[in-house]
């Protein structure tokens, strides 16, 4: 099955992990992904790979040294990223990043790409999952979503001193970019500290 039947298939079965019927555009990939300073990072992390769009432009554009966690929790769609880019790690739970990074013996991530459906997802658990974005980060790293809505700005804007919101229009759905650096730390951050 090509990647889009693939995606609008396990779509149909759980909307509410999916979060959309067809993979991201080339337009909204390099909205997220050109920019990027592929030469700097040595690790980066990608949470909900779904069939693989932007893990794909990652293999294609990452250093050779490069190390990469591949966040997807449904299993099927984990066994095909494994075949097609097995030099990368995996795991299922994006709210245990910061633990699956560990156990990897990774180092803090220079830039973490998410496909998750936040608006899918209740606030505790987007709270888990920013939170350990952000705990998973080197200072100064990026963290790049996509969204169909400006609903995560404020979750986003509590965790990051800066946040850049672009709007990409050729996607389906449209979609906005939200570009997040580490720069220092928000009043919401301070306090998970203590």
Same mark, same amino acid.
């Given at each position: 099955?090509?990647?889009?039947?693939?995606? %609008?298939?396990?779509?149909?079965?759980?909307?509410?992990?999916?979060? @959309?019927?067809?993979?991201? @555009?080339? +337009?909204?990939?390099?909205?997220?992904?050109?920019?990027?300073?592929?030469?700097?990072?040595?690790?980066?992390?990608? %949470?909900?790979?779904?069939?693989?769009? /932007?893990?794909? /432009?990652?293999?294609?554009?990452?250093? !050779?040294?490069?190390?990469?966690?591949?966040?997807?929790? *449904?299993?099927?769609?984990?066994? %095909?990223?494994?075949?097609?880019?097995? =030099? /990368?790690?995996?795991?299922?739970?994006? !709210?245990?990043?910061?633990?699956?990074?560990?156990?990897?013996?990774?180092?803090?991530? *220079?830039?973490?790409?998410? $496909?998750?459906? /936040?608006?899918?997802? @209740?606030?505790?658990?987007?709270?888990? &999952? &920013?939170?350990?974005?952000?705990?998973?980060?080197?200072?100064? $790293?990026? +963290?790049?979503?996509?969204?169909?809505?400006?609903?995560?700005?404020?979750?986003?804007?509590?965790? +990051? =001193?800066?946040?850049?919101?672009?709007?990409?229009?050729?996607?389906?759905?449209?979609?906005?970019?939200?570009?997040?650096?580490?720069?220092?730390?928000?009043?919401?951050?301070?306090?998970?500290?203590?």
């Amino acid at each position: 099955m090509t990647s889009r039947v693939i995606f %609008l298939y396990k779509f149909l079965l759980e909307p509410g992990k999916i979060g @959309s019927i067809t993979p991201s @555009s080339s +337009f909204l990939t390099n909205a997220m992904l050109a920019n990027l300073p592929w030469d700097h990072m040595e690790t980066i992390v990608e %949470l909900g790979a779904g069939t693989g769009v /932007f893990t794909n /432009f990652i293999a294609e554009h990452k250093k !050779e040294s490069c190390q990469v966690l591949v966040i997807e929790r *449904d299993f099927a769609m984990r066994k %095909l990223l494994k075949i097609s880019h097995p =030099t /990368f790690h995996y795991g299922a739970k994006a !709210e245990k990043l910061d633990r699956l990074l560990h156990m990897r013996n990774l180092p803090p991530a *220079d830039c973490i790409i998410s $496909g998750l459906p /936040f608006a899918a997802f @209740s606030e505790p658990l987007r709270h888990k &999952i &920013i939170a350990a974005v952000y705990q998973s980060l080197k200072p100064g $790293g990026i +963290f790049v979503a996509f969204q169909y809505s400006l609903q995560m700005r404020k979750t986003l804007n509590d965790y +990051f =001193t800066k946040v850049i919101i672009d709007f990409v229009p050729l996607n389906m759905p449209p979609a906005f970019v939200y570009s997040c650096k580490k720069t220092g730390c928000s009043n919401l951050c301070r306090m998970l500290k203590k």
